[in-house]
């Protein structure tokens, strides 16, 4: 259940690529955050929801900087990795 959890309810899946941002919860839901560890560095996930939408991501700082598209590239950083989600349409 903790693997369906986070990687589908939450979004926050491994990849290939990165780690993969793609949540897909109840409308009811404004803001969530999770912390993730992924090769070895830990990222500080917080996602809101302010249009109220089940699936979909608006945008997606790491940072402070905004990234294209929802996959976030592994990032080799001293200390803890910010990452902050709009969910929305594009």
């Known amino acids: 259940m903790d693997l369906v959890g986070t990687q ?5 899946r491994p990849t290939l690529k990165g780690l993969e941002i793609d949540p897909c919860i109840t409308a ?9 560890e ?3 560095t830990l990222y500080k996930i917080s996602v809101s929801n302010p249009d109220g939408v089940v699936k979909g ?7 402070g900087n905004v990234i294209e ?12 990795v910010v990452v902050e989600v ?3 349409e594009r």
């Open 8 to 12: 589908y309810i939450l979004g926050v």
């Open 28 to 36: 009811d839901w404004k803001a969530y955050s999770v912390t993730r």
């Open 57 to 63: 991501v608006k945008e997606v700082k790491v940072n």
């Open 86 to 88: 709009v969910m929305g």
């Open 69 to 80: 598209g929802t996959v976030i590239a592994p990032v080799s950083a001293e200390g803890d």
């Open 38 to 40: 992924f090769r070895g």
